[in-house]
């Protein structure tokens, strides 16, 4: 069995919520969308029992290109990451 779809989430949820696709749909739409924002005003997104998501600065640091050996510079940069919180580890492991 492969990674689940979308649509395939969307149909499992709204079987256990008993809520309409279209409803579920808006829902994880507009989860989505608050998430970026606050990530994006606050640094940080919690997703409670999952994790959360975080805006990261990354410093600048030397690395290689693969295909010739040469050091090259790599720029600093903000990323955003997702910290898994210790109940999902401990559910999943």
């Not at 395939?8 to 696709?21: H, I, R």
């Not at 975080?54 to 090259?72: F, H, L, Q, S, Y």
């Amino acid at each position: 069995m492969g990674k689940m779809t979308k649509t395939e989430m969307l149909s499992a949820l709204s079987e256990v919520t008993g809520l309409s696709k279209k409803d579920v749909k808006t829902l994880l739409d507009a989860m989505t969308e608050m998430a970026y924002k606050e990530v994006k005003k606050s640094g940080e997104f919690s997703l409670a029992g999952l994790g959360k998501l975080v805006k990261v600065n990354r410093k600048a640091r030397e690395g290689r290109n693969p295909a010739t050996g040469e050091t090259i510079k790599i720029p600093a940069k903000t990323v955003v990451k997702f910290r898994v919180a210790k109940a999902a580890k401990e559910a999943v492991l």
